[in-house]
């Protein structure tokens, strides 16, 4: 991170994050088209619904997660290894504790959540059951994902894939074995999805036991560092906040979805899952860049740090924009594979026109706002995206609930809270990395 080519190196870094990604989502892709192909359309709709309930929950503890990588990258940097050691002890039990928390939590408010959100009558007993038993696997989740932050930090991220390859081959198969052989239907996907995050987790913990110091974790090293957790929280909250948020704005249109009924939700849920997959497109080259200018920052090398910016914009605006338009332009063929019925193939072409067409418009303030993080500003970043990204999309969406709508209204909120939040986001880091650049001068 600190020597060589840029765009190489961020591009070798980039890789195993996308792949990883895509695998993580394959997870719920797989629920969702195994369900779709061989169970009712309703148990398509409950599979598929929870995401961004999953998404709302998850965000919050993932974005921590930010905290722990930039932390302790930025002591790599500095050659502080036992700063190194105190932020890896420290990460690790935030994952148990918070996924403890996350089971119980998830479990309990399941069935209400999906209740404010106005899912179909016909979908929400489905729902909550498939939402209930996901929770159980929320322990397996963060330590996955703390576990890849300190890989991360000090530029692994192949061993993440590895753990993720696995779990998914897992998940294939016992998503087949449960619906196919055993005729089982939600609940059959959900404990896939558990034990696939299980292999992942067990994986990961076992990278970790076999690390040098000053990475190596063993469970029996739980211990909380306070100005270690002070640090990371106050990186990792703002990063988790913001993503929650997010999630909570999507809530608020998948809300506006189920009104529309179970075939609107059925497409839509068909349609968002690539979404997701170019979105790790952008998170990958995000993530990047968060950890470049973290260690790079650390280091006081400011002319790498303006040139990581630059990069990372342009690998991520490049390679989402030729992902989009690539999977855009053969709409009915992909959501053509999670289900051949036409009022839910209708619905989810809609969604690819309107929402992944233009989704390289998001790389604007991910990428912004990953370097504000790496330069140590979390704060601002999350005040924008709440602003341009879930406020603005909730007063547009209560406009909407007074005067009317259709699904197509409800899709042409995203590139238009995108573009606002990217405008705010590239002028907000420009201020602030001119004020931290100046520090180090």
């Known amino acids: 991170m600190l020597r060589g080519p840029i765009a190489r190196n961020m591009i070798v870094f980039a890789l195993p994050l996308l ?14 088209a195994v369900v779709g192909r061989w169970c009712s359309k309703q148990v398509l709709a409950a599979v598929g619904s929870n995401g961004m309930i999953i998404s709302l929950i998850v965000n919050l503890f ?24 105190r932020a890896v002890r420290t990460a690790m039990s935030i994952a148990l504790v918070s996924g403890l928390a996350l089971l119980f939590i998830g479990w309990a408010a399941a069935r209400p959540l ?7 009558a016909d979908v929400i007993d489905l729902s909550t059951e498939y939402l209930q038993i996901f929770f159980m696997g929320m322990p397996f989740m963060m330590i996955y994902n703390f576990g890849s932050a300190v890989l991360r930090s000090k530029g692994d991220t192949r061993r993440p894939f590895y753990a993720l390859t696995a779990g998914g081959l897992v998940n294939v198969v016992l998503n087949l074995i449960f619906v196919l052989g055993l005729g089982m239907d939600v609940d059959g996907v959900a404990i896939a999805t558990v034990t696939a995050n299980g292999v992942n987790a067990a994986l990961i913990l076992y990278y970790l036991w076999r690390e040098s110091d000053p990475y190596r974790w063993m469970p029996r090293r739980l211990q909380f560092d306070r100005g270690e957790l002070s640090r990371e929280l106050r990186i990792g909250v703002p990063a988790g906040v913001q993503g929650m948020l997010f999630s909570i704005s999507n809530v608020f249109v998948q809300s506006a979805i189920n009104r529309l009924g179970s075939d609107a939700v059925a497409g839509s849920s068909a349609a968002v899952n690539y979404e997701m997959y170019c979105y790790f497109l952008i998170v990958a080259v995000n993530q990047a860049v968060v950890a470049f200018m973290a260690q790079n920052y650390g280091a006081g090398n400011v002319a790498r740090c303006r040139r990581i910016f630059l990069i990372g914009m342009l690998l ?7 992902a989009n338009l690539g999977i855009a332009a053969f709409g009915d063929f992909f959501v053509g594979l999670f289900s051949r019925e036409p ?20 790389t604007s303030y991910e990428i912004s706002g990953a370097a504000m993080r790496g330069l140590g500003y979390s704060v601002m970043p999350t005040v924008i995206t709440v602003f341009g990204s879930c406020l603005l999309r909730i007063v547009l969406i209560h ?33 602030i990395s001119r004020r931290a650049y100046a520090h180090i001068s």
Do not use: K
């Open 114 to 120: 999906l209740e404010f959100m106005d899912t179909p």
């Open 343 to 362: 009022e839910v193939l209708a619905f989810g072409v809609l969604r690819v026109d309107h929402v992944l067409a233009f989704q390289f418009i998001a």
């Open 19 to 32: 792949a990883s990604g895509v695998l993580q989502q394959s997870f719920n892709a797989v629920d969702v």
């Open 62 to 85: 993932i974005g921590v997660s930010v905290g722990a990588n930039v932390v302790i990258a930025n002591y790599i940097g500095r050659g502080d290894m036992s700063g190194v050691r």
């Open 399 to 431: 406009i909407m609930f007074a005067v009317g709508y259709d699904f197509t209204d409800l899709m042409n909120l995203y590139p238009l809270s995108w573009s606002v939040t990217g405008a705010m986001m590239l002028v907000a880091y420009f201020l």
């Open 316 to 322: 991520g605006t490049a390679s989402s924009c030729v």
